[in-house]
C-alpha cells in the first residue's frame, strides 16, 4: 500500500508546490519581509522536508531539525489573519500548479485541508485594529481549485470545501 507522498508523485511533487511557493513569497509585500533573502533557500528545504514527512515521505525534517514544533518555531514570526490568509492564497496557487494526474482532486483536498488547518493554528498575532477587516486580498477559502462544482477555489470560491455543510 503507498502513501499519500507516494501516490502524488513523491519528491517531485512536493518539490515543485513548495518551489512555486517560494517563487511567490520572494515577491510577496506580507510573507516576504518575514524571510530573509539569504535564507529562503533553506526555508524552501524546511517546508518541503515538513511537508514530505507528514505526508508519507522520508523523516528528513525530523532527522535534520527534530521534532517539528510548528507553534514554537513559527512565534517569533507575525502572523495574524493577513499573514494566514496570504500564506494560503499564495499555497492555494503553488498546488494549483501541479496537474490533475499528479494531484487528484480529493488528493488535492486532502493537501488544502490540512493546510488550512495548520495556517490556522499558526496565528499568533491580533489583527491590524487600525484596518479591521482587511486581510490582505484572501480569504481562508482560497485555495486550490477543485475543478468541482461547490469547492473553493482561486476561480470562484464558496467558502466551502467538500464535505462541508
Excluded: C
Excluded at 94 to 105: G, H, Q, S
Aim: no cysteine.
Amino acid at each position: 500500500m503507498s502513501t499519500f507522498y507516494e501516490s502524488v508523485g513523491g519528491e517531485d511533487t512536493f518539490r515543485a508546490i513548495v518551489h512555486e511557493f517560494y517563487k511567490q513569497v520572494r515577491h510577496d509585500d506580507i510573507l516576504g519581509p518575514m524571510y530573509p533573502a539569504e535564507d529562503l533557500e533553506g526555508a524552501e528545504d524546511r517546508l518541503r522536508w515538513f511537508l514530505a514527512q507528514y505526508w508519507g515521505g522520508p523523516q528528513e525534517f525530523n532527522e535534520r531539525r527534530g521534532h517539528p514544533r510548528l507553534r514554537m518555531r513559527h512565534a517569533h514570526f507575525h502572523i495574524d489573519t493577513a499573514a494566514r490568509d496570504r500564506w494560503l492564497e499564495l499555497m492555494g496557487k503553488a498546488i494549483d500548479t501541479v496537474d490533475r494526474d499528479t494531484l487528484p482532486d480529493e488528493h488535492r483536498a486532502a493537501m488544502w485541508d490540512h493546510m488550512e488547518r495548520v495556517a490556522h493554528m499558526l496565528i499568533n498575532a491580533p489583527d491590524d485594529p487600525a484596518n479591521p477587516g482587511v486581510h490582505g486580498g484572501a480569504t481562508p477559502a482560497t485555495g486550490p481549485h477543485l475543478g468541482v462544482p461547490g469547492t473553493p477555489g482561486a476561480h470562484g470560491s464558496t467558502g466551502r470545501h467538500p464535505g462541508q455543510p
